[in-house]
């Protein structure tokens, strides 16, 4: 009966996806998805004040100034051995505990990484410097009205590639209306030192950069002689084709650590229109993501799919009933 309730659902289920996808670009689809949330963990034992006390000065501070910063809160003990210390990007339980831990976590990628700790927990000037940073500020700014852009490291010989970026960047803003900007990151400021982390970007190394669009959705970064004007086409083209629902716009890449809420979500600036989206003469729905989005084929091949289904398992159920007596 199970089998038969899912197969019974799953077209609908399929519909409502398909419905959801249709006429919106991976990066305009991108501001309707959950972003990936980091992990902020204070490691202590049970009974340990110290370790309470930390955390519920986190709790309280992810509650006022935290608000809009994508990192959830949690409290491990040292001696649970239920705890798997590779969802914080730590091998094992610390030697010495209090100690309060940040990683980073992709959520589709289910991938977990180390980025910073503090023993016992981050005084004033560390939440700060968690919070937010003077890139983090222009990266935010910039993607309210940019289609995406481009976060170019130097290297610490090789500086080439920032021409090629540029050039590919201007070109592109020629064409689409939102355009894509450049921004600039040394790799030692000490400003950024959490987001130097979390790209694991480390003092010297070849030239690095990374397309940002959306909320803060860093795609995999491109290094060294990888930096072409094709692979960054590559990237930026993804950006501009239509979001399926093979592939959501959260599986290209991992948020930054960084403020974003709802009243930047009311200031984006849609890269296409349902109108830009909807071939010549015909008329575009009043709203993308409603269920009268689907063209009318999509919608009959689904009734076909679910009559066929519903049938076939009602006469398996009968098969069974029978052999039952």
């Given at each position: 009966m199970?089998q038969f309730?899912w197969?019974?659902?799953?077209?609908?289920?399929?519909?409502?996806?398909?419905?959801?996808?249709?006429?919106v670009?991976?990066?305009d689809a991108?501001?309707?998805?959950?972003?990936?949330m980091?992990?902020?963990?204070v490691?202590a034992?049970?009974?340990?004040?110290?370790?309470?006390?930390?955390?519920?000065?986190?709790r309280?501070?992810?509650?006022?100034?935290?608000?809009?910063f994508?990192?959830?809160?949690f409290?491990?003990?040292?001696?649970?051995?239920d705890?798997q210390?590779?969802?914080?990007g730590?091998p094992?339980?610390?030697?010495?505990?209090p100690?309060t831990?940040?990683?980073?976590y992709?959520k589709?990628?289910?991938?977990k990484?180390?980025?910073c700790?503090?023993?016992?927990?981050?005084?004033?000037?560390?939440?700060?410097?968690l919070?937010?940073?003077?890139?983090?500020?222009?990266?935010?700014?910039e993607?309210?009205?940019?289609?995406?852009?481009?976060?170019y490291v130097?290297?610490?010989?090789?500086k080439?590639?920032?021409?090629?970026?540029?050039?590919?960047?201007?070109?592109?803003?020629?064409?689409?209306?939102?355009g894509?900007s450049?921004l600039?990151?040394?790799?030692s400021?000490?400003?950024e030192?959490?987001?130097?982390?979390f790209?694991?970007?480390?003092?010297s190394?070849p030239?690095?950069?990374?397309?940002?669009?959306?909320r803060?959705k860093?795609?995999p970064p491109?290094?060294?002689?990888?930096?072409?004007?094709a692979?960054l086409?590559?990237?930026?083209?993804?950006?501009?084709?239509?979001?399926?629902?093979?592939?959501s716009?959260?599986?290209?890449?991992?948020?930054l650590?960084?403020?974003?809420d709802?009243?930047?979500?009311?200031?984006?600036?849609p890269?296409r229109s349902?109108?830009?989206?909807?071939p010549?003469?015909?008329g575009?729905?009043a709203d993308?993501l409603?269920?009268?989005?689907?063209?009318?084929?999509?919608?009959?091949?689904?009734?076909?799919?679910?009559?066929v289904?519903?049938?076939?398992?009602?006469?398996i159920?009968?098969i069974?009933?029978r052999?039952?007596r």
């Open positions: 199970k309730l197969l019974a659902v799953f077209p609908l289920f399929l519909s409502n996806h398909v419905m959801a996808c249709q006429y670009t991976v990066r991108c501001f309707n998805e959950k972003r990936d980091h992990r902020l963990c490691i034992r049970k009974d340990d004040p110290e370790g309470r006390r930390i955390y519920t000065e986190l309280r501070w992810l509650d006022d100034e935290g608000r809009g994508n990192a959830e809160l409290y491990e003990s040292p001696d649970d051995p705890v210390w590779q969802n914080y730590i094992s339980a610390p030697p010495s505990t100690v831990v940040f990683s980073g992709h589709l990628g289910n991938r990484f180390y980025i700790h503090w023993e016992p927990g981050p005084a004033p000037d560390d939440l700060a410097e919070l937010t940073s003077p890139l983090r500020e222009k990266i935010r700014t993607l309210l009205s940019k289609m995406a852009l481009f976060l130097p290297g610490t010989e090789n080439q590639a920032r021409q090629i970026i540029d050039d590919v960047a201007r070109r592109w803003s020629e064409k689409e209306k939102q894509v450049v600039q990151m040394d790799r400021d000490p400003a030192r959490v987001l130097l982390s790209m694991a970007i480390e003092d190394g030239e690095w950069t990374a397309v940002i669009f959306g803060g860093m795609m491109i290094v060294g002689d990888d930096i072409t004007e692979e086409d590559r990237q930026l083209e993804t950006l501009v084709g239509e979001c399926t629902c093979l592939r716009a959260s599986s290209f890449g991992v948020d650590p960084m403020i974003w709802a009243t930047e979500d009311a200031r984006i600036v890269l349902p109108e830009d989206a909807l010549a003469g015909v575009a729905p993308p409603s269920s009268s989005a689907a063209p009318a084929s999509v919608l009959y091949t689904l009734v076909a799919l679910f009559s289904v519903l049938l076939t398992s009602v006469a159920l009968l069974r009933i052999s039952i």
